[in-house]
């Protein structure tokens, strides 16, 4: 990872300690996919926090808090569960994103302003009913809703909550101790007595009123001081210094149990903005591990991990899939550009008459020549291909491309090419299989043999890195996916600005 860590390892490591492996063993029991992604994120023991605390990418606990506070193996696995599904649903990285644009959504034309309290109440609300449907122990002076269970969207949860709260007051001076029983009202349903966090709504409102005004951090000087006296002013325990904390205090609330951090990184913006991606990226493969190792676990445990987890390395999953049909959005993109044009008789593709015997009028304007390259990587999805070569068969037999269609199989290179002019001729190609994955090859393969085409969609798993993307694009390839992409993966495309359609059931 290439985030800074926000607290230094200061304190006892109970990472061999039975409490902590006991912990892990009711995880995998109860809730393997939260399990997978402890065992893969690094775990700080530290004094900087006063109970346990995430900011994205590592998880901080007081092994005070761990041992003491939280009763059971059953509380102290719900707690590492907790932390985990912060990091799955990007809560720190959107949090901080909110932030910086300075509101939530839009609503017509006003804007819905954003509140760090409202937003991390709304995190706990889903994270913790999952961890409960799991059957984990709930951990004392948590947050939970009866009206909120774990599929519920987070972002819709936020807005309903933040609609209910009242707009907070002009602070002033004299109405400084009075925040601290705005905050423990509105967090009523916990008892910070138990749980170890008496002192956390005193800085959540403070923060709060940062993100919903957008003003200086002014109000929240009082909950920084707080949180800089907790880490020693910037002085860990043991003399070690601690980084610069001011941002990562713009976005921090305690509510709840635990406490929420954004993610920082070094360099100059560019360098951190990279740097984030590849973190974001790194979480997403592992939560897609996470996903696929527990589906080969499923006898292990209770229940299966929620929607909201599942969609966290944008794998195929329910709720994830495209709301358009993907045949009709192929069928769309082809056949809308073909039936422009008048009909014409004159132009008579002689290739096309000698290998089929076929004399048919074409389309001033219409489709002359399609290119269908295919990713024969062994990765891809036979299924999916075998789909869309049905329906491209389909196309070309409604199309009559005057110049045919060339097929190129390609992998890391182009491995063969194939000119057809039916949708027969498609099905009888046998594809063959094997190597990587470097599409923008056809798009070389095109540019040296000076071939004209009106389209050139390219059927692939998408495990293509981020300059194969560029090429594509800059070739005007539109990308046809064999399903959901890993998420890393799937990012590469999306930056690169590729049109994509994607085959699912």
Same mark, same amino acid.
């Given at each position: ?13 109970l990472?061999?300690?039975? /409490? ?5 063993v ?8 939260y ?7 690094e775990?700080?023991?530290t004094?900087?926090?006063? &109970?346990?605390?995430t ?5 901080? #606990? ?10 059971? *193996? ?12 912060? #990091? ?13 644009? @300075?509101?939530?959504?839009? =609503?017509?034309?006003?804007?819905v302003s954003? =509140? ?5 109440? %709304?995190?706990?609300?889903v ?14 002076? !948590? ?5 909120? &269970? ?9 807005a309903?909550?933040h ?7 002009? *602070?002033?001076?004299?109405d400084?101790?009075? @925040? ?15 749980? !170890? ?5 005193e ?6 009123d940062?993100?919903?005004s @957008?003003?200086?951090a002014?109000?929240g ?5 707080e %949180?800089?006296d ?5 002085e +860990?325990?043991?003399?070690?210094? &601690? ?7 713009a976005?921090?609330? +305690?509510?709840?149990?635990?406490e929420?951090?954004e *993610? ?14 590849d973190?974001?990226?790194?979480i997403?493969?592992?939560?897609d591990?996470?996903?696929? $190792? ?10 299966e =991990?929620?929607d909201?987890f599942?969609a ?17 959005? /192929?069928s769309? /993109?082809? #056949? ?16 096309m ?12 304007? $219409?489709?002359?020549?399609?290119v ?25 037999d ?23 002019y =039916? @949708? ?11 190597g990587?994955?470097?599409?923008? %090859?056809a ?5 040296e043999?000076?071939?004209e ?9 998408g495990?293509?890195d981020f ?15 064999d399903?959901?992409p890993y998420?890393f993966?799937?990012?590469? /495309?999306?930056r690169a600005?590729?049109r ?6």
């Open positions: 990872m290439r985030a800074i860590k926000l607290f230094p390892s200061n304190a006892e490591d990472s061999n300690s039975m /409490l902590y492996v006991e912990a892990l009711v995880l995998q029991s109860k809730a393997w996919a399990y997978s992604m402890v065992g893969q994120t775990v700080i023991w004094s900087g926090v006063r &109970t346990a605390a900011d994205g990418v590592y998880i901080y #606990i007081n092994p005070d808090f761990f041992r003491n506070k939280c009763k059971t *193996p059953s509380q102290r696995a719900f707690l590492l569960g907790h932390e985990v599904g912060h #990091i799955v649903l990007q809560h720190p990285q959107r949090s901080k994103a909110y932030r910086k644009r @300075g509101f939530f959504a839009m =609503s017509g034309n006003e804007q954003f =509140s760090h309290y409202d937003w991390n109440k %709304a995190g706990d609300y994270i913790n009913a999952d961890l409960i449907a799991h059957g984990l122990e709930f951990i004392e002076g !948590g947050l939970l809703d009866s009206r909120f &269970t774990r599929d519920d969207r987070v972002d819709a949860v936020y309903e909550i609609a209910e709260t009242p707009p907070e007051p002009e *602070p002033s001076e004299a400084d101790d009075s @925040g601290d029983e705005s905050g423990d009202d509105e967090g009523s349903d916990q008892d910070d007595s138990e749980s !170890g966090t008496e002192a956390d709504s800085s959540d409102d403070d923060s709060d940062d993100a919903e @957008g003003d200086e002014g109000d000087d009082e909950a920084g001081d %949180a800089g907790e880490a020693g002013d910037g +860990a325990e043991g003399g070690e210094p &601690t980084p610069d904390m001011s941002e990562a205090e976005g921090h609330s +305690a509510e709840g149990h635990d929420h951090f *993610p920082q990184y070094d360099g100059t913006p560019e360098e951190q903005a990279e740097a984030q991606r973190d974001s990226e790194e997403a493969r592992k939560i591990e996470a996903v696929e $190792s527990e589906v080969e676990n499923m006898d292990r445990q209770t229940t =991990s929620s909201q599942k966290g390395g944008n794998r195929v999953g329910d709720g994830v899939a495209s709301d358009t049909d993907w045949r009709a959005e /192929l769309d /993109l082809l #056949i809308n550009h073909g039936k422009t044009g008048d009909a014409t008789w004159k132009r008579i593709n002689r290739r008459l000698t290998n089929l015997g076929v004399v048919a009028p074409s389309r001033r304007g $219409s489709i002359k020549r399609i269908w390259t295919v990713d024969i990587s062994a990765s891809v999805n036979r299924e999916a291909l075998d789909k869309a070569v049905i329906e491209l068969a389909s196309a070309i409604i199309l009559t491309p005057t110049e045919g269609v060339l097929v190129i199989f390609c992998n890391h290179a182009v491995h063969s090419y194939h000119e057809v =039916s @949708g027969g001729e498609l099905l009888d190609l046998e594809i063959p299989s094997g990587g994955t470097t599409m923008s %090859a798009a070389d393969f095109l540019e043999t000076g071939l085409y009106d389209f050139h969609l390219c059927f692939t798993d495990e293509m300059d194969d993307c560029q090429k594509c694009a800059a070739n005007d390839m539109i990308i046809i996916l399903g959901q998420s993966y799937q990012r590469h /495309l999306d600005g590729l994509q359609i994607k085959v699912v059931s």
